[in-house]
């Protein structure tokens, strides 16, 4: 199974890549034109630029795989909606494969893809891959690095996810409430699960490198505890056992948070006391959570310094989307036992632009 054709019948598939136009889609896209096995029959890239007139995506696309490549418009909606708009526009291959635009399948991706979709029953709805996340050698990561390795073992990752069309079509594809890269995919597994079919993991390999991010990602990162808020409406409380998905700080988060409010409010009331002991509070909160993000970590100045500066940060960020979340999705119903959301939304008419080879 080296040739680069289509595979045939139930084990064709088509790629679907919803992109900001990032420099990494050049590597994702060469990388899946090089891979042994069967080349997908199509592929989909979803332009979610917001301003889509920059560089055109076809630069990046390898030759070998223009004639089967189409550019979709996106409507910056986030990746949910990109995906929608991708499936929906990738033909009548049996499977759907998502990858993001800033990982690179691995040199057999394509064999070893074709073996998963071989080993699928009729009830198996999806795939995921295996995801390395390569580290530095030579010292500890950082806390971004070791935020992006936990990528390794998050479950259904839609990273690089293999989903099966008719499961997609049965559950209305992905919930397009969820605007961010966050939550999405559990959501749709949950969903999926409920719904009767069946996950299973693959054999084929994708790399997730660690992409450059700011001093304060770790701060712009607490707008998923919005999303989760979602989850928990959707899903009850337990769904974060049945996604496998870590539980988070966000208790201690609401904790630490209301200290600090609490001793700004007692000094205002002239309640010295009171004021001191709930400051402390904070104080002893921010200092666990700097030292846990920091004694892990490189030790290096920049680092000690940005994890000190964001662990104060990061508990007024998490209460805040947390909070604003109870209030966005506040008239969320619980799916049912049947694993049924909210209607899909109608699928348009996708302008497509094919590339010439």
Not at 134 to 151: I, K, M, Q, S, V
Not at 234 to 242: D, I, P, T
Not at 263 to 284: D, H, K, N, Q, S
Request: net charge positive; hydrophobic share 45%.
């Amino acid at each position: 199974m080296t040739a680069p054709d289509a595979p045939a019948g139930d084990a064709e598939y088509a790629v679907v890549i919803p992109t900001l136009g990032r420099p990494s889609l050049g590597a994702c896209l060469h990388a899946l034109a090089e891979a042994t096995g069967p080349h997908p029959v199509r592929v989909v890239l979803v332009d979610d630029r917001p301003d889509p007139a920059g560089v055109p995506l076809t630069a990046d696309v390898p030759p070998s795989l223009r004639a089967r490549t189409i550019v979709v418009p996106g409507r910056a909606r986030g990746p949910a909606a990109a995906r929608n708009l991708g499936w929906r526009a990738a033909g009548d291959a049996p499977w759907i494969v998502f990858l993001d635009d800033d990982v690179v399948p691995g040199p057999t991706w394509g064999d070893d893809l074709t073996l998963d979709l071989a080993a699928a029953t009729e009830r198996t709805a999806g795939i995921t891959a295996r995801i390395e996340v390569p580290l530095p050698a030579g010292r500890r990561p950082t806390d971004w690095e070791r935020n992006t390795a936990g990528l390794a073992g998050a479950r259904w990752i839609t990273a690089d996810m293999a989903y099966r069309r008719a499961a997609l079509t049965a559950v209305g594809g992905f919930d397009e409430r969820f605007r961010r890269a966050f939550r999405e995919d559990a959501d749709l597994a949950l969903r999926l699960l409920d719904a009767g079919w069946t996950l299973s993991g693959g054999r084929r390999t994708t790399t997730h490198p660690v992409r450059p991010a700011g001093r304060w990602v770790s701060v712009r990162l607490q707008a998923g505890n919005a999303d989760d808020v979602l989850m928990t409406r959707l899903h009850g409380r337990g769904w974060w056992r049945r996604a496998e998905a870590p539980r988070g700080r966000l208790p201690l988060h609401l904790a630490v948070t209301g200290a600090g409010v609490a001793a700004l409010g007692c000094a205002l009331l002239g309640r010295p006391r009171a004021a001191a002991a709930c400051a402390v509070t904070w104080l002893a909160g921010t200092t666990e959570f700097a030292l846990a993000r920091i004694l892990p970590g490189p030790g290096t100045r920049d680092e000690i310094l940005t994890m000190t500066v964001t662990s104060a940060l990061v508990p007024p960020a998490a209460t805040w989307h947390w909070l604003r979340g109870r209030l966005a999705h506040r008239k969320a119903r619980p799916l049912t036992a049947s694993g049924n959301g909210r209607p899909a939304t109608a699928a348009r008419p996708a302008v497509r632009e094919r590339l010439r080879s």
